[in-house]
T-cell receptor, first 114, second 117 residues
């Protein structure tokens, strides 16, 4: 079975400071990893993905994530957070290569204070 | 590209009535669609997987007779909440998989806020 853990319910940072949202995963075989962001009363927006290749992937809105196979982690990062980055962030994994289903983490609420 | 339109955005209905929610892929063909339910500040709970032209596959604990899913075409899936009750009030989200392959993200609708009075 595949699963994702987001150990922090909330992350609070000051605007301009680095932002990190943690994610660890558990799958059999190689994972397909995704990060999504959700604003209030909206659906999920895709930020970035890791499939294969370079462990550091860059995505939308200045976000990036680092895949670490030995630690089974895929942490989301942004060098300089903005107030507008305040939202709910989800990490997701897909492991079965004949199934589109994603397993989501519990979500991390990010609050960036001005 | 890859836009998923979900309607309505919000709906209020009386207890005992049925509500239909539509999920459309506007610029791609969606071979598979998913329906989720989300409680405030919580993760998405997968309700069912919908494949065009076949019966939906429901997750354990989801009442298939209460949450009717139809995927009649490659661009449209519908979720009907039958005989709705206040406990069915929630945020419902759909997502769609295109034809890009398994290394591609799912595309999400903007969700439907259902309130049953």
């Amino acid at each position: 079975a595949q699963s994702v853990a987001q150990p922090e319910d909330q992350v609070n940072v000051a605007e301009g400071n680095p932002l990190t949202v943690k994610c660890t995963y558990s799958v059999s075989g190689n994972p397909y990893l995704f990060w999504y962001v959700q604003y209030p009363n909206r659906g999920l927006q895709f930020l970035l993905k890791y499939i294969t290749g370079d462990n550091l992937v860059k995505g939308s809105y200045g976000f990036e994530a680092e895949f670490n196979k030995s630690q089974t982690s895929f942490h989301l990062k942004k060098p300089s957070a903005l107030v507008s980055d305040s939202a709910l962030y989800f990490c997701a994994v897909r492991a079965l290569y004949n199934d589109y289903k994603l397993s989501f983490g519990a979500g991390t609420t990010v609050t960036v204070r001005a | 590209g890859a836009v998923v339109s979900q309607h309505p955005s919000w709906v209020i209905c009386k207890s005992g009535t049925s509500v239909k929610i539509e999920c459309r892929s506007l610029d791609f063909q969606a071979t598979t669609m998913f329906w989720y339910r989300q409680f405030p500040k919580q993760s998405l709970m997968l309700m069912a997987t919908s494949n065009e032209g076949s019966k939906a596959t429901y997750e354990q604990g989801v009442e298939k007779d209460k949450f009717l899913i139809n995927h009649a075409s490659l661009t449209l899936s519908t979720l009907t909440v039958t005989s709705a009750h206040p406990e069915d009030s929630s945020f419902y989200i759909c997502s769609a998989a295109g034809t890009e392959g398994y290394n591609s993200p799912l595309h999400f609708g903007n969700g439907t806020r259902l309130t049953v009075t």
